[in-house]
């Protein structure tokens, strides 16, 4: 056992718990992930393990110190990449040493780790982070870099247990590799957190954080997505029976009472024929009465059941469905050309980004995969066929066409608005009101969310509501452009967004280094830029 979890409790400052009855234990070498919605906590269950968060409750027991690759950086900001990696007291230590300071203290610090600095110059050289100094600051270093710095303090430390919190965001394509085979190929007991689908797939156990509790499934990701889908598809067909048996039920109780009504009419016109005393008319009439209530109880009781089976069924049942995406087709001819572009470089002074300049087209249908990594100039490339640069080189021909540039930040929706002010700049169509607000509930935004600011939202919310409000505008462009869509996401977002442009019939324009949704999305070409020059392949 290295990780032990018993009865956890995370409760926030407003009274309000985060998750509890949080049970788990995860064995020496075992590798897990760890899933769950936006917002479900695995960020805080994962600080709680590594010690830098207290639980509200519960317990937890670590074999070992686990080792933090974290999400965020700016609490590390203020320190060096030796002090990050918590090497600086022994780097220190041995400096002093060979310097001739032979203390005690000195020799105490080391504690007999001599190649302590040698191990990690070479462990940031493995992550190309070989122009790195150990006394760099860390507030001086890209969000890659930071990752790169933590991912490298794992051969420095080789740790027994190992936490990672969605530790690609910031990496490309070449530097994903590396960890996706230390992964594969690694000893150490493994609890990530991650919407890289890729890396997921190399986990060979999922466990899903809810709010109640933690649920293994013992396979990958694909595995545990088939499982949500056929419980998904068990929950659904439970639901419709329920809905059955209620309408059948509702009908059943009309019926009877509508026989029992004419039943009751009838006995009084017999009871007035036979002579039938109105005292004795009216005991068989209060008779009737009670005997109706009380079928009335009876058929009134099956009916709440029913609702009450089916309102915690439609509650238990994700909303995913309801967020299906539909575009329409763009109006461009497939393969109409839309971007030519001829012996393009850009640069600064008299240096040029690219070694040898490029040449291709963008044709109405193609999905184009824009890769490299990172600084070799994707994001410059994309903003050149935009033409918000111009190039030092070459030229760039643009037919005339719409497009929806979606970057990270899901920049598109602006923080200044409302949510409900959000999609009324997109109703270009002037539908009413109550239109808006029942695509906004579709979109999971409900009636506590329209007066929320923009800028208060999270990446995933973001991509629902410029889905919501290009449904809205119904106004599907002819190209998209895609800048590291997923990076940020929730895998519940992703598969929203992967979901929404599979099923789109127009042009795409990606940037990512999530492979995954490269290939989900179904990109038929790509533009490779290396430092040797691009490579162009259809």
């Not at 740790?159 to 919190?165: R, T, Y």
């Not at 690694?186 to 060979?204: A, E, K, M, Q």
């Not at 021909?397 to 929706?413: G, K, N």
Request: aromatic share 6%; hydrophobic share 35%.
């Amino acid at each position: 056992m290295c990780i032990s979890v018993h009865q956890l409790c995370y409760v926030h400052a407003d009274k309000e718990p985060l998750f509890q009855n949080i049970n788990l234990t995860v064995n020496k070498g075992q590798r897990l992930a760890l899933v769950g919605n936006n917002g479900s906590g695995k960020s805080t269950l994962l600080r709680i393990l590594e010690g830098s968060l207290k639980a509200s409750s519960g317990e937890v027991v670590c074999a070992s110190r686990p080792y933090y690759v974290p999400q965020h950086f700016g609490q590390f900001d203020h320190l060096t990449v030796a002090e990050a990696l918590r090497v600086d007291g022994s780097i220190k230590a041995l400096h002093a040493i060979l310097a001739g300071d032979a203390s005690v203290e000195n020799f105490t610090r080391l504690n007999d780790d001599w190649s302590v600095e040698e191990r990690c110059l070479s462990a940031l050289a493995f992550w190309d982070l070989g122009h790195l100094q150990l006394s760099q600051p860390m507030h001086s270093l890209s969000g890659g870099e930071k990752t790169k710095v933590f991912l490298s303090g794992i051969s420095v430390h080789t740790p027994e247990i190992i936490l990672m919190d969605e530790p690609t965001n910031h990496l490309d394509i070449s530097s994903r590799d590396k960890l996706y085979e230390m992964v594969r190929t690694g000893r150490s007991t493994l609890l990530i957190v991650s919407h890289d689908r890729t890396l997921l797939n190399l986990l060979p156990g999922i466990c899903e954080l809810e709010r109640n509790g933690v649920t293994l499934y013992g396979g990958n990701y694909d595995f545990y997505r088939e499982q949500k889908e056929l419980a998904l598809t068990a929950l659904q067909n439970q639901l419709d029976e329920k809905e059955k048996e209620l309408r059948l039920a509702r009908k059943v109780a009309r019926e009877t009472l509508e026989r029992k009504n004419k039943a009751n009419a009838h006995s009084d016109k017999t009871s007035f024929k036979k002579g039938i005393s109105r005292m004795a008319v009216n005991t068989l009439k209060d008779k009737a009465e009670k005997s109706t209530v009380r079928l009335n109880d009876v058929h009134e009781e099956k009916i709440v059941s029913l609702q009450s089976s089916v309102a915690e069924l439609q509650n238990t049942i994700p909303d995913m469905r309801a967020l299906q995406t539909n575009f329409n087709s763009s109006a461009l001819h497939t393969g109409k050309i839309l971007i030519t572009a001829e012996q393009v470089n850009f640069g600064y002074s008299s240096s040029c980004l690219w070694p040898s300049p490029l040449d291709f087209r963008i044709r109405s249908g193609d999905r184009v995969h824009i890769t490299g990594n990172n600084g070799s100039g994707k994001t410059t490339l994309v903003r050149l066929l935009l033409g918000e640069l111009q190039p030092v080189s070459g030229a760039i021909t643009r037919a005339d066409f719409s497009y929806l540039y979606i970057d990270q930040e899901c920049s598109v929706i602006d923080p200044a608005l409302t949510v409900f002010e959000q999609t009324e700049r997109f109703n270009t169509g002037h539908k009413a009101e109550h239109e808006l607000k029942s695509i906004l509930n579709r979109y999971l935004f409900p009636y506590g969310t329209w007066d929320k600011p923009c800028a208060c939202l999270s990446g995933g919310e973001k991509i629902r509501l410029l889905f919501c409000c290009l449904m809205i505008g119904n106004n599907t462009p002819d190209l998209f452009i895609l800048d590291e869509p997923t990076n940020n996401l929730d895998i519940r977002s992703v598969e929203i967004i992967t979901a929404a442009i599979k099923s789109y019939r127009g042009t795409v324009l990606l940037i990512s280094h999530d492979l995954y949704f490269v290939k989900e999305i179904q990109i038929n070409r790509s533009i490779k830029l290396f430092n040797s020059g691009p490579v162009i392949k259809t």
